[in-house]
């Protein structure tokens, strides 16, 4: 009877340490399938920051839950090319699951680290096609796709020709090195030129060019333009600050440069750029391919002012764009 007992004890303890084994690998093989993904993002300033928050709010939208079933690996190289570098190939040696770029720069380092295999997310990339990083927006080719925002120049022109109907010349500044930049400057001067407006343009090698590129051009200008520029937007406030000095008003292209002193703008929103961007992560992640997902265009914008900084400049904005900013937009106080 005793040795009847000792068997049925060492049994009781045999498939207690084999439940508690196999409740262990489990855990651990659990943890081992989730998936990791790397997000590379070019520089801090709000622009990018709102993308970075829309793309993990996008990945929510289908369940993705940072910290509970999915990994991120953030990554900002603050402006700095051998950072974007460096930190593209530690997703690669680390086999992400997946690799997502905020900004050309930091999309195009991923495009190089990821190969063939690991699928890439653009996330608010302008002129992707002209940018290398896929054959057509409609049949991406390989393993990169995303969102791209390109803002809605004519309606930006049209703003700016409607609050200030006497102007004769705009001023549009930007990156030289930056590709988003250069394309929507380069673009909206042919607009400009289509429509009869005069124009010239000023650009920046580094964010410390502002202050003196700045000085120099609102001393011939009527207004300035300010594309979806990384440059731009970073020193956005020092623009704003010489500008004002000279009663000069910015309309910028971003609802976040806005904010940071620019007059008004017709903007399409930063954070819906990540947000679709993120929801496509999702659909990769889930088994879609990334060749024949076309990219996505975000085009709807909404008008954003600032009451504050049309103070500052004397400007009285038009009855009919402040009623659709306050009720469908954004104003800034």
């Not at 300033?45 to 990945?59: E, K, S, T, V, W």
């Not at 927006?137 to 049209?158: C, F, V, W, Y």
């Not at 030129?193 to 200008?221: F, H, P, R, W």
Request: proline share 4%; aromatic share 6%.
């Amino acid at each position: 009877m005793k040795r009847m007992s000792a068997l049925i004890a060492a049994l009781a303890i045999f498939l207690g340490f084999a439940f508690f084994m196999t409740k262990n690998t489990s855990s651990s093989s659990s943890k081992k399938k989730m998936p990791t993904i790397g997000i590379l993002q070019l520089m801090t300033h709000p622009a990018l920051n709102q993308i970075h928050h829309g793309f993990i709010a996008g990945l929510k939208e289908y369940g993705y839950v940072p910290g509970k079933n999915i990994k991120i690996d953030f990554q900002n190289a603050q402006g700095d090319q051998s950072n974007l570098k460096t930190m593209s190939t530690k997703f690669a040696n680390e086999n992400v699951s997946l690799m997502a770029g905020i900004a050309t720069p930091a999309a195009q380092a991923l495009a190089n680290a990821a190969g063939k295999s690991t699928p890439v997310i653009l996330a608010g990339i302008t002129d992707p096609a002209g940018g290398g990083l896929v054959k057509s927006d409609r049949h991406p080719g390989a393993n990169i796709t995303g969102t791209s925002g390109e803002s809605p120049l004519k309606k930006q022109l049209q703003l700016i020709r409607t609050v200030l109907p006497t102007a004769k010349t705009i001023g549009i500044i930007y990156t030289s090195s930056d590709h988003g930049g250069s394309y929507n400057a380069k673009k909206f001067a042919r607009i400009c030129k289509a429509e009869g407006i005069n124009y010239k343009l000023y650009t920046i090698a580094s964010t410390n060019d502002m202050q003196q590129v700045a000085e120099q051009m609102v001393s011939q200008v009527d207004a300035v333009y300010a594309p979806q520029d990384n440059g731009v937007a970073s020193a956005m406030k020092t623009l704003t600050n010489v500008a004002n000095q000279s009663k000069i008003p910015v309309f910028p292209s971003a609802d976040t440069m806005v904010n940071d002193g620019g007059l008004a703008s017709y903007a399409i929103s930063q954070y819906d750029l990540g947000k679709v961007a993120g929801e496509m992560a999702a659909q990769v992640l889930r088994g879609r391919k990334t060749t024949n997902f076309p990219v996505a265009y975000i085009t709807k914008g909404k008008y954003v002012i600032n009451t504050k900084e049309a103070k500052i400049l004397g400007i009285q904005l038009p009855d009919n764009i402040v009623k659709q900013a306050e009720t469908k937009g954004e104003v800034f106080k």
